[in-house]
């Protein structure tokens, strides 16, 4: 007998493809996902590595195992609530099997049948296009780090099985719901299915608009203290948190008690074609599904957040790599009683094309001596400013202009040149008025002589400023001063990594030998900071790509859902709008409007919810040098059109095909 339920199983797929193409598509989709982002280590097997490159692609490969154990779950929720759609829209067809004598266990085993059918094809489809994805990816991952590729399909053993066993366990929990479910229900339950109704609250129009008054102050609240400042955005971090999350859901919730009466009052829209039903649909909806829609709003909040975050710091750590890395090796010395000679002897035997020493010296003033010549916008940046500004001789300063191959430049005693180690800074200082303006620095009167500021690194560094702004002095003013900081560039004939790593060993050696010598240091070499840079980078990238496109895909499939739940309980309704005269271009018409209205009302306020909360994150990291958003915001636009129109396509079609079943 079993082939006969199996047939059964077989021809219910086959026959509802329609209404299993968002489950079928949900799936496979989350397979291929999961397999992508967990196949970084099979795919370093194309790449010319070096050890440290190695490093940091398992290092990337770990962050995105630890998040596929987060990710894992929200499939598993969205996989359970696409299946429990169909099971609401097969209830009927359910009771007509236990009425021709068929016994629950019976058609859960077709139902066990149909899971497996389904999950099969879409795991073996969802893994077939992930072998393609991760093939494109591995390229990727090669472009970003420079390297060669010995090109050749590769696959990761331990991608596949972790990707078959945990979806193995999501259809197996699904199977055991899908039993319960049907054996909690009684045969006039599921016959009389279609009859339900959802249960609509009633709330007055003066409540409704209070509500929905106080929602806009949670929220304003929200945005307020969220982009008012970084320091208030940190400290109120879990109160913005409560007040956004309370005035979403009070927004969805005092909608629909007011949202008809004032489209009401535009009659030619209101009465025009079908909108009057439209409306009333969407309306309808929102009254009942608040909680969701509020609840979606706020996933995708995360997910515009996730890959626009993401983004800019993948672009901030990529960001004039190649300037802040001008030298093959820095030593950064803190604490020492090193001079230039010593570290010639100590480099003996090295083959070194060039080295400069250079040394910064703290002065006596801080940062707000030039809080009167900042721009207006940029006050507030530099409003609470301490550090003190960092002084370097311009003999110092035109060995790195020489090493640059740029001009070198000469000061009189009572001239100084204002610059900083930091891209953020220096669009903080353009177009302040800082050119004939006079600091005092040790008792000396110096008169600044520009006003386009240039960002200087003074050796190979990471991202982000160290030490801020800089003024170039003249030689004089720092003879007997004690620099805070030696630094010693270097740039090698030979191989820079064997060099820099033989080098290190002598400096350590030297620390243990005598640390009142050598006490404090720090030693960069341009091929590492490129490849953590680079590493780090990609880390945000891809759990911005990896949560961004889980969130938006969990998003869009609830809402394609609710639409399609939506209308199979209101055929009835279609049919009469037919009936009564609308034709099918009308109905159409109504179908487009209505589903583009209900997935734009959430991807509306989650899109306002996002400017502000990534302006307020950029602002928080603006240490590592996020500056404009742009780029990141249109890759970000162009994803989310691809995701949320494929859904919308999906969903228009299966509403379609839904009302001519039904006609």
């Known amino acids: 007998m079993k082939p006969v339920y199996l047939k059964i199983a077989v021809g219910n797929v086959k026959k509802s493809y329609r209404d299993f193409m968002i489950y079928f598509m949900t799936l496979t989709f989350s397979v291929c996902l999961f397999y992508v982002f967990n196949s970084f280590d099979a ?33 598993g929720f969205l996989i359970l609530y696409a299946n429990n759609f169909l099971i609401k829209r097969r209830k009927k067809e359910f009771g007509l099997y236990m009425l021709m004598g068929m016994p629950k266990k019976k058609i859960s085993r077709i139902l066990i049948y149909e899971t497996l059918f389904i999950g099969l094809i879409s795991l073996i489809s969802g893994l077939l296009l992930g072998l393609a994805v991760s093939q494109l990816t591995a390229i990727l991952v090669a472009a970003l780090f420079k390297v060669e590729v010995n090109f050749h399909f590769v696959y990761s053993s331990l991608a596949m099985l972790m990707t078959v066993l945990c979806f193995a366990l999501i259809f197996v929990v699904i199977m055991l719901f899908n039993t319960r479910i049907l054996n909690h229900y009684k045969l006039i339950q599921l016959l009389n299915a279609e009859k339900a109704n959802e249960k609509q609250r009633l709330m007055s129009l003066p409540v409704s608009i209070v509500l929905f008054i106080v929602s806009l102050l949670f929220l304003g609240a929200a945005y307020f203290l969220a982009s008012y400042s970084t320091v208030t955005f940190v400290e109120f971090f879990g109160q913005i948190l409560i007040l956004g999350i309370i005035g979403t859901m009070l927004f969805f919730f005092s909608l629909s008690g007011f949202l008809l009466f004032f489209i009401k009052r535009s009659r030619k829209f209101y009465f025009h074609n079908l909108n009057m039903f439209v409306l009333k649909q969407i309306n309808a909806k929102i009254n009942t599904n608040f909680i969701s829609m509020g609840i979606i709003c706020l996933m995708l909040l995360l997910s515009i957040g996730a890959l626009a975050t993401g ?6 750590f990529s960001n004039d790599l190649t300037l802040r890395t001008p030298y093959d090796t820095s030593i950064v010395m803190y604490e020492h009683d090193l001079k ?7 480099s003996s035997g090295l083959d070194i094309e060039s080295s400069d020493w250079v040394e910064l010296i703290r002065s006596d003033v801080d940062e707000s001596v030039i809080f009167p010549m900042l721009p207006e916008k940029s006050k507030n940046v530099f409003a609470n400013a301490t550090a003190s500004i960092v002084l370097i001789s311009v003999s110092d300063y035109n060995k790195l202009m020489h090493n640059l191959g740029q001009r070198e430049i000469h000061l009189a005693a009572d001239e100084a040149l204002i610059t900083c180690d930091m891209e953020l800074i220096q669009t903080s200082l353009q177009g302040g008025k800082y050119a004939g303006e006079t600091v005092t620095v040790f008792g000396r009167d110096l008169h600044l002589i520009n006003d386009q500021i ?26 007997n001063e004690v620099a805070m900081t030696s630094i010693w560039n270097i740039n090698f004939s030979g191989n820079a990594d064997e060099q820099s790593d033989e ?16 006490g404090s240091y720090q030693l960069y070499t341009r091929t590492v900071i490129m490849m953590s840079d680079t590493s780090f980078g990609m880390i945000f990238t891809f759990i911005g790509l990896y949560l961004g496109i889980v969130f938006a895909m969990a998003s869009t499939v609830i809402l394609a859902l609710q639409q399609l739940s939506d209308a199979s309980d209101n055929r009835q309704r279609y049919q009469v709008l037919s009936k009564l005269g609308a034709d099918r271009s009308q109905i159409n018409h109504a179908v487009y409007l209505q589903i583009g209205l209900y997935f734009i009302l959430p991807l509306g306020l989650a899109v306002l919810h996002s400017y502000i909360g990534i302006n307020a994150v950029c602002n928080a990291f603006s240490f590592l040098g996020i500056g404009n958003v742009t780029k990141s915001a249109l890759i970000t636009a162009a994803l989310f059109m691809l995701v949320y129109g494929l859904y919308y396509w999906i969903t228009v079609q299966g509403v379609k095909s839904i009302l001519r079943k039904a006609n």
């Open 43 to 75: 795919q370093q097997k194309i790449m010319m590595l070096s050890t440290d490159q190695e490093y940091y692609i398992n290092l990337v490969a770990t962050f995105m195992l630890i998040l596929s154990f987060f990710v894992v779950f929200v499939f």
């Open 340 to 346: 230039q000679e010593d570290m010639y002897r100590l």
């Open 311 to 316: 983004l800019n710091l993948n672009e901030a």
């Open 454 to 479: 240039d960002v200087l690194y003074p050796y190979t560094m990471s991202q982000g400023g160290n030490y801020g702004i800089f003024f170039i002095v003249n030689d004089e003013l720092t003879a």
């Open 503 to 518: 080098l290190s060993q002598r400096l350590s050696a030297l620390r243990q030998e005598n640390s009142e010598i050598l």
